[in-house]
């Protein structure tokens, strides 16, 4: 017997014996259910709010418009939405997002009495990140014509910024389907007998039995157990549903292995990255990789070989994903021993790249552009390997370090390679900027790759500031140019400047 025939016998016997107390006992379990699911609604928004703030302060340092939009489009029920509030001393109780006042201030004790609670919790607390806690109180403006009503909220804390998102819905919102249905069973209630009353019971009981053991199943999955299943035998659509529910469970788990695996990974790939920057007289280095997959391929390193000479390395592996990790691990292993065997740049590369031969696959290969820089003699040399050519800046301009054809053939391919040393004097005030081809390669909407020219504009345009605050600006000029397309290869860039 399929559902809708069980549905259609109870209905049947509904017109005859009604649902009586039954009814009335499953619209009180429905409505905890209700309550609880709200609940869980509320702060699941807050939670993917969260989420979102830490990307992009991990990806950007700062809120952009783009993240505002994606706050905003969140939205709860039939009126529900999520609301962020400074709490900033310069723009204290200021709405940053909100579907119809951004920009106005809601410390006002009369109307938002539960806004100064929530600042106060959180200041109680010493403004721990990720603080959280949910709250009811009475609409008090007269948005949307609903002033004095119950409304359900749920706040986190997002300390980097000083943000509190606040979700909310209206009670009524929530419990307006069941209140339809209390109604209709309160009318039947005096109408119904006893005989109908087990009738109805034992039917829906039975009916609602495997609903019950999938809701129970959710709650676990939800709590992290992954190995939860669901036993219903029935050949209706809840067994159906029971089955293409335990084949989803299998998967997630199957996924959830996989991205723990990409985690560490990601993890370990960025443990081998310098952390942070070499101190070396007379240098200013900053440097960032990011990854446009869970692990990338793009790397750079520095490398002492005296006290008086740094080498500077960037570099980008053909493949992504774990063997573009593996690759970038065999390279760095490589450039690490033949920097310990030779002294010049080229030698350095030649003795890497018969070693990577030997190594990593095939179809592979690393383009790398290395440089020693000798803080006695100020003198840059270096050997670039397949990589973009390094841009210097200097006198606000920038012009490309000067290239032989030896320059152009990446690590890896072949055995026997005679690469060129090239060197140059530096000046205080110069600066070097070495970059993989992640970020000329950037396209727009239109398709429509960022290019060389507007690099080097954006180079010349930040070439004055700190070397922090120039790199931020140059991958905020390229952000700003894609507009929300995704990055389609990693992006690494490393600024050398003599100071």
Known sequence: MN???????????????????????????????????????LRARTDYAFALCERYNASHAAPTEELRRRIKAVHIFDEGYISVISMAEENKGQLIVHPTAEGEVVLDPVKFPHIQKIFDEINASGRQN????????????????????????YYRYFAPWDWVLLTSSYRADVYSSTDVVR?????????????????????????????QELTATTKEVAAGNLDATIQINSNDEIGGLARHFNEMLASLKQNTRVWQELSIAR??????????????????????SLPATEVGGDFYDFIFLDENRLAIVIGDVSGKGISGAMVMSSAMSALHHAADECRDTDSILALANRRLVRDIQRHMFVAVFLAIYDRRKKTLSYTNAGLTMPILYKKKSGDFLQQSDADRFPLGIRAEVQYEQNTIRMKPGELLVCYTDGIIELLDEKRKEYGFDRFKASIVRHGEKPLPAMLSAMLADADAYVDGTAYSDDITIVLVKIA
């Open 3 to 41: 559902l809708r025939t069980k549905l259609s016998l109870v209905a049947l016997i509904e017109v005859v014996a009604s649902v009586s107390l039954v009814g009335f006992l499953a619209l009180q379990h429905s409505k905890e259910e209700t309550e609880s699911l709200s609940r869980e609604i």
């Open 130 to 153: 990720g603080l959280d806690k949910f709250h009811e109180y009475r609409q008090g403006t007269n948005a949307r014509g609903r002033q004095g009503e119950f409304k359900l909220g």
């Open 183 to 211: 109604r209709n069973v309160i009318e039947v209630v005096f109408v119904v007998g006893l005989i109908s009353l087990f009738i109805l019971y034992f039917t829906v009981q039975q009916m609602l039995r495997p609903l």
């Open 267 to 288: 993890r370990l790939q960025r443990e081998m990255l310098p952390q942070g920057r070499p101190a070396i007289r007379g240098l200013e280095i900053e440097a960032r």
